[in-house]
């Protein structure tokens, strides 16, 4: 008898020495951090004081003793960091932040907000780190929709992938094998679309075609792993009243962007008189789309020039002389701009041009209020950002045309000046954001414009910041979009034009493919290093 006591004490020791002697679980916080706008990096910094503020409390409470070793790791953002799967890389190396022992990664960005860091801490202790799990506040499909590729039409409803701005909790385990994928020594057994449209959907799709959830398998056979939803991860700070788990992770919306704000943040005032829109069209479209525009935000956006392959006088359209192609429009772009920096003149008033097509519905004093934040004496390029192959060196950001792209006047001046088009029929937004890269001037993304219908977002999104953009009329009424996500209303007529200066149409084709163009080899692309013409 006393022996078995002996062995049942002396295992009793071991347990409890074992428990003590289990090092402490690493939590890592990295909170995104954007070089743009300028907020954006007071909140990142504000982020990360008040979760180290919350960490010393718990301390000095003696709250969680021993059970975590909390880092916070302020990631600045470079060229491709805003996909988060082509950040990964940098966390190994690097910033050498996500190691071995890193149990779980708390993955914020700059308008994340952390309620209750014990909250957190309580709710990770539930969970288990060795699981190939991420959790999230679920986002769904309405429908099959293009900025998602289309894919899974037959049941994009069923599909979860995160709200980032909410914030999403990794395991270790799931985090160390997608680094393992992405590496430059990795082997994707899907690879991902040289497109870069939507990050958070994007990367729920690469962990479900890249990661089993057996341990033992690489590949998944029906499906791998899909996003955790998280009743503690919320859109809002009170997104469901009397809710049973209380919300610790959230995102922050976006003040209004309304006159008042222009003023209460000391901004220049901004308003529709100060922005050019120069609204892309054709002759097939002239009596189909050019109406609706008139009928809405027309009545905000004075100095608006419709142009075309063809000049009506009942429009009235100006001609650039560029024939109409059924894709890419890069030479007509080009003449657009030129034509327009010649309209403007030396109307002091006039410091943005906006070019749009003409299927574009924009909310203008909600633009006023953005570009009231930037200065328009500097090179400042604004739009919904997309990236091409930005997991490989020759990548680079773009704003996609359909949303509407903004452009201080210098940088159009500039933009005449240096790029070029491979050919007519080149993808404008694309060159034009290759171009802008071979400058040095960032595209700076803007959270309301949207290069698709409302219908192509999950409206928690939409509600995150105040839309100031939507393209696309088909299968929607674009009235009734104006007037339910653009703040606008009907008007039985619109503003009337600025006069016009009448100006030469733009060249011909050839004489418009300059001494810089990237077709005859000699480009600015090539002259600064940057790579060959892509086969865009």
């Not at 899907?190 to 990050?199: E, K, P």
């Not at 189909?288 to 392959?309: F, G, H, K, L, V």
């Amino acid at each position: 008898m006393p022996a078995r006591i002996c062995v049942l004490l002396g295992l009793l020791c071991l347990a409890s020495f074992c428990r003590g002697s289990k090092q402490p679980g690493e939590v890592l916080l990295v909170i995104a951090c954007p070089p743009y706008p300028l907020q954006a990096r007071s909140e990142c910094s504000s982020l990360s004081h008040n979760v180290l503020k919350q960490q010393q409390a718990l301390v000095l409470a003696g709250i969680f003793p021993g059970e975590f070793v909390l880092k916070v790791h302020v990631m600045h953002e470079l060229l491709n960091y805003w996909t988060l799967l082509d950040a990964l890389p940098h966390l190994r190396a690097p910033a050498r932040v996500l190691g071995a022992r890193t149990e779980w990664i708390i993955w914020c960005q700059h308008n994340t907000r952390v309620s209750s860091l014990r909250g957190l801490l309580e709710q990770l202790r539930r969970q288990d780190s060795r699981e190939l799990a991420f959790y999230g506040h679920a986002l769904y499909d309405a429908e099959a929709t293009i900025i998602h590729h289309f894919w899974n039409y037959k049941g994009a409803q069923q599909f979860p992938y995160p709200m980032l701005s909410a914030g999403v909790v990794f395991t270790g385990a799931l985090l160390r094998r997608l680094a393992d994928l992405v590496a430059p020594t990795g082997h994707n057994i899907t690879l991902r679309s040289d497109f870069s449209i939507d990050a958070s959907h994007e990367l729920a799709r690469f962990i479900f075609d890249n990661v089993s959830p057996h341990p033992h398998i690489s590949t998944p056979i029906s499906g791998g792993i899909m996003l955790k939803g998280a009743s503690y991860i919320c859109p809002t700070a009170a997104s469901v009243p009397h809710r049973k788990v209380a919300c610790v992770l959230h995102a922050q919306p976006e003040e209004p962007l309304t006159s008042l704000g222009q003023r209460r943040n000391g901004c220049l005032h901004t308003t529709g008189s100060h922005i050019y829109f120069a609204i892309k069209t054709c002759a097939k479209f002239h009596k189909e789309r050019i109406p609706i525009i008139e009928r809405t935000w027309a009545a905000d956006a004075r100095n608006r020039r419709y142009y075309s392959e063809v000049a009506d006088a009942g429009i009235p359209t100006i001609s650039t002389g560029i024939p109409n192609v059924q894709s890419g429009h890069c030479a007509k772009t080009m003449a657009i701009l030129r034509l327009s920096l010649k309209d403007i003149g030396k109307q002091l008033d006039i410091r943005w041009l906006m070019l749009v097509d003409d299927d574009t519905l924009l909310s203008v004093p909600r633009l006023s209020g953005l570009l009231c934040r930037h200065n328009a004496t500097e090179l400042v390029y604004l739009g919904q950002r997309y990236g091409y192959r930005l997991h490989g060196p020759d990548g680079f950001n773009y704003h996609t045309g359909g949303a509407g792209i903004v452009l201080s006047l210098p940088l159009v001046r500039l933009i005449v000046e240096r790029c070029s088009c491979p050919s007519a029929s080149a993808p404008d937004d694309m060159i034009l954001g290759y171009c802008l890269q071979a400058l040095g001037v960032p595209a700076i993304p803007a959270a309301g414009m949207h290069q698709a219908r409302p219908q192509d977002y999950a409206e928690e999104l939409l509600q995150q910041h105040q839309p100031l953009s939507f393209h696309k009329f088909w299968n929607t009424d674009p009235e009734h979009t104006h007037r339910s996500w653009l703040g606008g209303s009907l008007v039985n007529r619109s503003a009337p034009l600025a006069a016009h200066k009448e100006q030469p149409a733009a060249g011909p084709l050839p004489a418009m493919m300059g001494r810089h163009s990237l077709a005859a080899g000699v480009g600015l692309l090539q002259e600064t290093g940057l790579g060959k013409h892509l086969d865009l």
